[in-house]
């Protein structure tokens, strides 16, 4: 995972200092990359210990390994002059053309019909998202109706609390986060005591979660740089892909129970 994915994944932890550092790391990321971390902050303007404890937040073990995901990123990205050459609908329409294009390379089919086929056999679904992810929760859900399957949401942290009180063998929970970060440790606890089985479609990847999940679906995060007269960066819907996935896995599940 390179460092654009990981500050999208982040994104909303980030302060107001780990964006604009940020920020310019996607612009010019050679101002770490062929400097000390002295030097660095007195280009960007900040300290080398704001950097470090942004190299800690995105997860990197400390600045030579944050500096390793820059050249891999600035390998990647194309020129900053044919970038700005682009207007703004372009910029966002080859974004989400990226993202498709690496979403159908991460999908698995093999996945897909194990998901498809746990989710057309299950009598009890939860589907879950909290915050914005709620709204890709709902639109599952209404996606499982139109294949007269019921299937309930959970889009609130008090509700996520009580299902976790409640769970047994039968159930399934399909989540969808885009951090899979600690607000879901209560009731990942409370499943896998019960034998209850997981499916988390997430943006990052979590070791702790795969272990105990039936299935761990990881999508490509939908950050980028439109270049804002701001300067600050612009995040891009991550619930997009939640969607495109929550459309291709609904027609594998029409498959098994048409």
Do not use: C
């Not at 940020?22 to 002295?38: F, T, V």
């Not at 299937?151 to 969808?176: A, H, Q």
């Not at 997430?202 to 070791?207: E, V």
Request: hydrophobic residues 40%; glycine residues 4%; aromatic residues 8%.
């Amino acid at each position: 995972m390179n460092f654009k994915e990981r500050i999208s994944i982040q994104f909303t932890n980030l302060t107001k200092t780990d964006k604009k550092i940020s920020n310019i790391l996607l612009k010019h990321p050679d101002y770490l990359i062929d400097n000390s971390a002295q030097e660095a902050a007195e280009i960007i303007g900040t300290s080398p210990a704001a950097l470090v404890r942004l190299a800690k937040k995105m997860g990197y073990k400390g600045l030579a390994d944050f500096k390793i995901s820059l050249e891999d990123y600035a390998g990647q990205e194309p020129s900053r002059e044919d970038y700005l050459e682009k207007p703004l609908i372009t910029k966002v329409i080859d974004n989400y053309r990226d993202n498709l294009h690496l979403l159908e390379q991460q999908l698995d089919e093999g996945q897909l019909d194990r998901i498809s086929d746990i989710l057309a056999k299950a009598q009890h679904i939860k589907i879950l998202g909290i915050g914005s992810s709620g709204l890709a929760a709902e639109q599952m859900v209404y996606f499982l109706l139109y294949q007269d399957k019921y299937t309930e949401s959970v889009t609130s942290k008090t509700k996520m609390y009580y299902l976790s009180r409640s769970l047994t063998k039968e159930d399934v929970l399909l989540i969808y986060s885009v951090s899979a970060n600690k607000d879901y440790d209560e009731l990942l606890a409370a499943a896998k005591k019960a034998g209850a089985q997981l499916i988390m479609v997430t943006m990052n990847s979590q070791d702790k979660i795969r272990e105990i999940a039936a299935e761990f679906v990881l999508l490509p995060s939908n950050l980028t740089n439109l270049g804002s007269a701001s300067g600050e960066i612009y995040q891009l819907d991550n619930r997009s892909l939640f969607s495109v996935f929550s459309e291709i896995l609904a027609a594998y599940i029409h498959k098994k129970v048409k």
